[in-house]
Every structure is written in C-alpha cells, then in structure tokens.
C-alpha cells in the first residue's frame, strides 16, 4: 500500500514527502503527541491564531528540506538517496523532544533541554526502527562528514528557523515575519563541505535575519507573551511543592522525580504528556483549597495576566521588596508566599551571531565570504538582553 499521503498545509499548499519510512516515523505515536504540543506555547493569549502545534511546524520543516536537497542535487552536489531520507529524518524529529508548551515549561518538567529529549527519542526510535536512524543521528549530532547537511538541520539558516519564521508571522499575523524562503532556498548552494548562498540572495538574507529579530521582540518576547508563560511556570512550580497527586500518571512521574538520566523509563512517560495534561491539571486546580494554586489557575484560565516589568537592567532589590510588601498586604498572605506570586528572569537573544557558524555567501567571482563582510546593512551582532519581573496587577 502506498503510504505516501498528500498534506495539505496552510503555509505551502498541497506537499509530499518522497520516502514512505518518513510517513512510519510520523504515524509513530511518539510524532503523533506534537499534535497536542502548541508551537507558540501561550501566545494565543496576545496573538489569538497562534494556535498551530510542533506537528505542523515538523511537517514545515520537513517540506522545506527536501526543496533544499532538491535544489543542491539540481546543483550537482553529491547527496544520495540514504543521505537524503536521513536528513528528512532529522529535520522530522527535531523538535520531537518538545514538551508541554513547548519552550514555555523548558526545564520545568524535566530539567533537560528539548534537544537533548530530541535525541534521546531518536535512539529509542533507532532500536524500534532496526538501525534505520543512525545516519540521521550522525547528521543531527554533526557527526557526519557531509557538514553541509547537518547546517540544514541546525545552523543560523536552517530549515528549522526558516520554517517557524514563516509559520508564526503566518498564524500570528505579524507580516514583518514574513521571508522570502522560496528565493533562499533557490540561492543554497555548497562550496567545500559548506552551505553557501549565492550572492544574488543577500537581500533575501538580510531580510530574513531582521524578520527573526522582529518576531523575537514583537512576538515571542512580547510582554504578555511572558506574562502568561511566567504564570504557567509559578503554577507549576508551586503544583510540584503542594506534592499534590494528579489525575495524569505520567506528569506525577515528573512531579515526583527531579532525574536528568534519559533512559527508556523517562521516554515513555515524556512521551505521553501533552499540553491537555497541563490544561487539565490547571482547570481542576481551580477548585483547590490551596490559595497560590487555585488564584494561579484561575488567572491562567481565565486570562487575568500578572504586570509585566521589563528594563534594561536587573531590578533592584528594594523594587523587588515593594512588589513583595504590596502583594502581602494585598492579598493577607505571608510574605514567603508573596514572593512565590513574583517570577523574574532575563531574555537575551543575538540576531545574528558572528563567532557560531556564520552564514557564507558565494561570490560571482566563485570566491566565499563570510554574510557579515559583506552585507550592505548593519545587523544587529550584540546580545540583546532584557530583564522582566511579572506579578498579579497590583499599584506598585
């Protein structure tokens, strides 16, 4: 029987994908929780259609990189038939690690990050599979000889990025999201082991790198954005310290454990959790006599978002005491417990990076340079960072 199906996706229309093991891998149960994992974890709280999940982005993805493959082959670079379904199988599974929310609860519900769980769920897959994945470990780990593939999966201009960029501004509606992925993909080339764009497609790159440090500020950086997040991530904290027992095994398993070993154990719980766990877990949360659990699901359920403080600079502490003393007073509580109503933290983020891999573009001359060098626009290079402090709205 012919498994390769026709999806059809809101972004691109109407795509396939050319290997029937990339259809096993996505009817595998493992790929088919991303349905249930939101892309943009909370941000349908600001943005009311970021509503798309890890299984839409995968699919994107995987579109995406075999318009690459099929451009270099165009090209006359070398990738065969096994190199090519092994990177469509890691660009598939590379955010299959992806838990509830996303990045949302990153770190919160196993303190591991997501590539990392990525990897993890790949091996397993790799013994169910009967090796059939090794090639496609090799290029996401960047063990493999042909660097050029692994730069398709992961580098500051890969099909991952290239993807979520147009998939967010897309269902977020922010149109300063939107790139010109068919003319990047058009301008790929390789030049010893390398990805290179040609140098007719700088305009396309420079737009691409100033769309991503827009959507990062505007979209997902947006205060409410990490207002909501902030509040998601205090209610599981304090679910954790109630030791409360759940209806959801498998989140208790979590609850209960703070492991960082990846054995088959955590996989088989990790991989039964989703976003409706947590939803659940919340609305039922709702009803309990445990005031900072019950007033933080309440808040999220009913989208009562806390103040959202961003600076520049760390806020100081007799900042942090005022917020702590007009929240005791406010809500009669002890000021231990006011102080678990506050959620601080910093963002930083570089628009592009010129010590990690950096984009190389081809000359006409057939000489390499790197993007940087030769870019008729000043970008952003510096870590941008910003502090926030959220709390419940209180005058402060």
């Given amino acids: 029987m012919n ?15 050319p290997f029937e093991f990339l259809y096993d891998l996505i009817d595998h149960p493992y790929f088919q929780r991303l349905r249930r994992i939101s892309q943009m974890g909370l941000s349908h709280y600001v943005y009311p259609g970021a509503l798309h999940t890890r299984f839409h982005h995968a699919l994107g993805a995987l579109h995406l990189m075999t318009r690459a493959i099929n451009t270099l082959r165009d090209k006359g670079v070398e990738v065969s038939d096994e190199e090519y379904e092994a990177v469509c199988s890691a660009i598939l599974l590379h955010d299959i690690g992806h838990g509830p929310f996303s990045h949302a609860l990153e770190g919160e519900i196993i303190a591991v990050h997501h590539e990392d769980l990525s990897l993890a769920y790949m091996e397993e897959l790799n013994k169910e599979f009967d090796g059939r994945l090794s090639l496609a470990i090799d290029i996401f780990t960047d063990n493999y000889q042909k660097k050029f593939l692994h730069q398709l999966v992961s580098s500051q201009l890969d099909m991952d990025r290239m993807d979520y960029l147009n998939r967010d501004s897309f269902f977020t509606g922010v ?3 939107v790139i010109g992925y068919d003319r990047i993909i058009a301008m790929l080339n390789v030049i010893d ?3 290179v764009v040609e140098e007719k497609g700088i305009y396309s790159i420079e737009k691409f790198l100033v769309a991503r440090r827009i959507m990062y500020w505007q979209v997902y950086l ?3 954005s990490v207002s909501a997040e902030s509040m998601l991530i205090l209610f599981y904290k304090t679910l954790k310290e109630t030791g409360k027992t759940i209806s959801s095994a498998s989140l208790n398993y979590f609850l209960n454990s703070n492991s960082k070993v990846l054995n088959k154990e955590v996989i088989d719980n990790h991989s039964v959790i989703d976003d409706i766990d947590i939803l659940y ?3 039922e949360s709702m009803k309990s006599d445990h005031f900072l659990l019950s007033f933080l699901a309440k808040t999220i359920i009913e989208r009562k978002l806390f103040r959202c403080h961003v600076s520049n600079e760390p806020f100081d502490s ?4 005022n917020v702590r003393q007009k929240l005791t007073e406010h809500y009669r509580i002890a000021s231990s417990d006011a102080s678990k109503l506050i959620k601080e933290g910093k ?5 592009y990076d010129r010590t990690d891999n950096e984009i190389v573009m081809l000359k006409k001359n057939g000489s390499v340079a790197k993007f940087s060098e030769i870019s008729g626009i000043k970008v952003e ?7 926030f402090l959220c709390h419940p709205k209180i005058k402060c």
Avoid: M, W
């Fill in 3 to 17: 498994k390769r199906k026709i999806f059809n996706d809101p972004v691109y229309g109407f795509v396939r994908f």
């Fill in 175 to 177: 149109a300063e999201g």
């Fill in 193 to 195: 082991n390398q990805l």
């Fill in 222 to 224: 947006h205060q409410a």
């Fill in 281 to 283: 877990t919340i609305k």
């Fill in 318 to 321: 007799d900042f942090k005491d």
């Fill in 347 to 351: 963002e930083e983020k570089f628009a």
């Fill in 381 to 387: 290079t510096r870590n941008s960072v910003k502090y």
